[in-house]
């Protein structure tokens, strides 16, 4: 797994990233989504190195990089204080610009980089997702069923208690989550992660900034009517439930960009595991025509 990838961990300030990173090129970003660690780009990151420099992090939080302590606000786990340590990490291996792609949770940290930073970010891949701020407003019956996880995990203590009684039955182990789907190595570090209950409240602290602050700073950008800037590639898992929530998603997504592009992936929601060879081929022709 990662064959060729140097694994290190970076102090970027009040944390420690643990982060792979390999290849050569222009440099890229890869950010992970829940439940999972930087090893869910194991078979996108070995075939994006062919042609850039690849950086795939633990975000703060997750898999092996700190837990820092909460406050009433969950500001540490806000998605504008991810995407300062991103742009700290990049700088520690000497990117001052860089593309990114996010997925999921990581999606949300991508969009931050984007409207933050523009300045830096030179290309932003959004996966799997559409703004934190857009899915609450456009919140409905069905997306609370649905999605119903967003709710549950905002609560104090009680999904930590639900959740660390028996990890392997509420991540899907041995069902969606297999060794043979995940790949051995991947899966053992996803396994890891969910076992220790530090890790388990920080993915949690994670879903209680977007509820609050998270979905505060997406409403001031929207008041302020400020976009991404930078061209912006959007894709979605064909078989997640993205287009049956928003049917447009790129109509979505519009009124947040100002270059913007992006089509379905043939995939399950985690899309750098179900096929990683579309998603790779999607990521460099976007990356290399920016």
């Known amino acids: 797994m990662f064959d060729g990838f140097t694994l290190d961990h970076v102090d970027v300030g009040d944390v420690t990233l643990r982060v792979r990173h390999g290849g050569s090129g222009p440099p890229v970003l890869l950010l992970h989504g829940h439940p999972r660690t930087h090893t869910t780009w194991h078979r996108v990151a070995p075939r994006l190195a062919e042609r850039f420099t690849v950086v795939c992090p633990d975000t703060r939080g997750y898999g092996a990089s700190t837990k820092p302590p909460t406050d009433a606000e969950h500001t540490p786990y806000s998605k504008r204080v991810m995407a300062a340590d991103c742009v700290a990490l990049m700088a520690h291996f000497g990117h001052s ?27 932003a891949a959004i996966l799997d997702a559409v703004p934190i701020g857009e899915a609450l407003a456009r919140c409905d019956a069905r997306f609370a069923r649905e999605w119903f996880h967003w709710f549950f995990f905002a609560q104090p203590e009680k999904p930590e208690r639900v959740i660390t009684t028996d990890p392997d039955a509420w991540y899907n182990v041995g069902t969606k989550n297999t060794p043979e789907r995940l790949g051995e190595e991947n899966f053992a570090d996803f396994h890891r992660a969910i076992h220790d209950p530090a890790t388990v409240t920080a993915m949690l602290e994670d879903y209680r900034a977007g509820l609050g602050i998270d979905r505060a700073h997406d409403d001031a950008d929207r008041a302020a009517g400020r976009r991404i800037t930078c061209p912006a590639l959007v894709l979605w898992s064909s078989d997640d439930d993205l287009e049956d929530l928003y049917g447009d998603v790129l109509g979505v997504w519009r009124s947040w960009t100002t270059d913007l592009r992006g089509h379905s992936i043939e995939s399950g929601h985690h899309m750098a595991e179900d096929n990683p060879e579309a998603l790779a081929t999607a990521l460099a022709e976007f990356f290399s025509g920016t």
């Open 97 to 123: 610009r860089f593309f990114v792609a996010g997925h999921d949770r990581g999606a949300y940290v991508a969009t931050r980089l984007a409207l933050d930073h523009p300045s830096v970010i030179r290309g």
